[in-house]
């Protein structure tokens, strides 16, 4: 079974640094696309930073310049390095995998990890 773990969050004040790891198993890390997500209270899941198989990223414009992702392949790990934290950074965040295997698509979530950026 594919899973997914995410971990490092936590309450850190504005201005503060977290950095979060999406730990993989069971599935062809390398061959994914990686992206983290954000949840807050009564929104919408959004994307914030996503990185290819090939190391390509791309970033919501609310997160450029302060968040960073990158991946280990050899640790089946992806990262979220978050500077500069702003109190509209609370979210629970989740980090996703996808890609195609075999001729099979797939997609897959972890459980979610909670930050919460006091002011």
């Known amino acids: 079974q594919v899973q997914l773990v995410e971990s490092g969050g936590g309450l850190v004040q504005a201005g503060g640094s977290l950095r979060l790891s999406c730990a993989a198993s069971?599935?062809?890390?390398?061959?994914?696309?990686i992206g983290w997500y954000r949840q807050a209270p009564g929104k919408q899941r959004e994307m914030v930073a996503g990185?290819?198989?090939?190391?390509?990223?791309n970033y919501d414009d609310s997160v450029k310049g302060r968040f960073t992702i990158s991946r280990d392949n050899a640790k089946n790990t992806a990262y979220l390095q978050m500077n500069g934290l702003k109190p509209e950074d609370t979210a629970v965040y989740y980090c996703?995998?996808?890609?195609?295997?075999?001729?099979?698509?797939?997609?897959?979530w972890g459980q979610g990890t909670q930050v919460t950026v006091s002011s």
């Open positions: 996703n995998a996808h890609g195609r295997f075999l001729g099979k698509e797939y997609d897959y």
């Open positions: 069971r599935m062809t890390f390398s061959r994914s696309a």
């Open positions: 990185i290819s198989n090939g190391g390509t990223t």
